[in-house]
């Protein structure tokens, strides 16, 4: 009996992958110079569109060395495939086994090659309890001296650091009221992109008020296109379940709240699905969410009873991904149905614009301090 897949359908499958590359890397260079023309004399328009697109969606020849790499593995398990065709006598039998164990195999590579899990941080919080947050930040520091021009100069505190991910807190960890653990999605691993999103945690900390930590403890997609895969949200929710277990750990009377934004809010969620023990957060926010895998909020555990809330503009096209009923990672938590607090933005709000939105923040902040605040815009979606 023939392998599961065949060695031709195989092949098929790495040619075509290798004609994607090659039209993504013509894409790319077309995508380049109708930037370059379009910056010239133009401050705004079509060339700021572009620059925006520029910033959230990595390089295209990323997309494309990726799909070329998984060709090549594709290439060698076709190569497998035709040894196993030809085994006689005694090994005949063994050939439907020992193709099963490939297919599997290529499975699993083909994965790593696009979602490979972060590595592990040096020394987490949890294990540096008994130092203060100058401390902790000294320490990671001498360990990790080339993040030190990431932290010149500024307030924010370095509390982990691994080779994919870093972990910062702008605020006193210790005696704030509410920590506010903010977790970013795609591109978010890339060390040039770090800067931004600590200065995002120094808004979200001067408009909420509580300690806000900047969690990029994963390793995120890199591509648009690997946004969907939904291994690097599992591999990231069980890191930051393990982190809010350390700010639980170290100030029990705190409050915690958890803010994903876009792929960040599949981890988020992802976190809040494993009820044993519940995520240790008093409020899951999910700003921008391509979906949340659960039927709705009930299925997702929290130790406090802050609950679940949700906020994407009318203008983020982050919502022709999902629906009422499914979407990309699951269920649109925004919906009716889903059962999550429903918060306006502020009108035109793109993806990467709510922490400019003084609606949004406001709703933030509202949710930050928490049950009895009425600061803040909500009703329920669509009726603005």
Not at 129 to 154: C, I, K, W
Not at 314 to 343: C, E, M, N, Q, Y
Request: hydrophobic share 45%.
């Amino acid at each position: 009996m023939a392998p599961a897949v065949t060695a031709q359908y195989l092949r098929a499958a790495a040619a075509a992958l290798r004609a994607a590359a090659a039209g993504a890397r013509a894409t790319g260079r077309d995508w380049a110079a109708e930037e370059s023309a379009l910056a010239v004399g133009v401050a705004g328009g079509p060339a700021a569109g572009v620059a925006r697109l520029a910033e959230t969606s990595p390089a295209v020849n990323e997309t494309a060395a990726q799909m070329t790499a998984v060709a090549s593995v594709l290439d060698v398990s076709a190569s497998l495939h035709e040894r196993l065709i030809g085994w006689e006598g005694p090994l005949a039998h063994l050939a439907d086994a020992f193709g099963e164990v490939l297919d599997r195999r290529c499975a699993e590579e083909v994965t790593a090659l696009c979602t490979p899990p972060a590595g592990p941080p040096g020394r987490r919080l949890g294990d540096l309890g008994g130092l203060s947050p100058d401390a902790v930040h000294e320490l990671q520091l001498t360990e990790n001296p080339r993040l030190a021009p990431l932290f010149d100069g500024g307030e924010a505190r370095l509390l982990e650091a691994g080779p994919d991910g870093v972990v910062a807190v702008v605020g006193d960890l210790d005696s704030a009221e509410t920590t506010l653990t903010f977790v970013a999605g795609v591109g978010s691993s890339r060390p040039e992109s770090w800067p931004g999103y600590l200065g995002r945690a120094r808004e979200l900390n001067q408009a909420t008020g509580a300690a806000t930590v900047m969690w990029l403890g994963y390793r995120a997609p890199a591509t648009l296109t690997g946004a969907v895969a939904r291994e690097p949200a599992a591999n990231g929710a069980a890191d930051l379940r393990t982190f809010q277990a350390a700010l639980a750990a170290r100030n029990p009377g705190q409050r915690r709240v958890v803010l994903g934004h876009s792929y960040g809010s599949v981890v988020a969620s992802r976190a809040a699905r494993d009820p044993h023990p519940p995520l240790e957060a008093d409020a899951l926010v999910l700003v921008g969410s391509p979906g949340v895998d659960a039927k709705n909020a009930g299925e997702l555990s929290l130790a406090g009873a802050g609950g679940v809330h949700a906020i994407t503009s009318k203008a983020d096209p982050i919502g022709l991904t999902v629906d009422d009923r499914a979407g990309v990672h699951g269920r649109d938590p925004t919906s009716p149905g889903f059962g999550a607090r429903v918060w306006h933005a502020g009108r035109g709000v793109d993806h990467s614009g709510y922490w400019e939105d003084p609606v949004t923040l406001a709703a933030l902040a509202a949710i930050t301090r928490g049950p009895g605040d009425s600061t803040g815009v909500y009703a329920p979606r669509g009726s603005t």
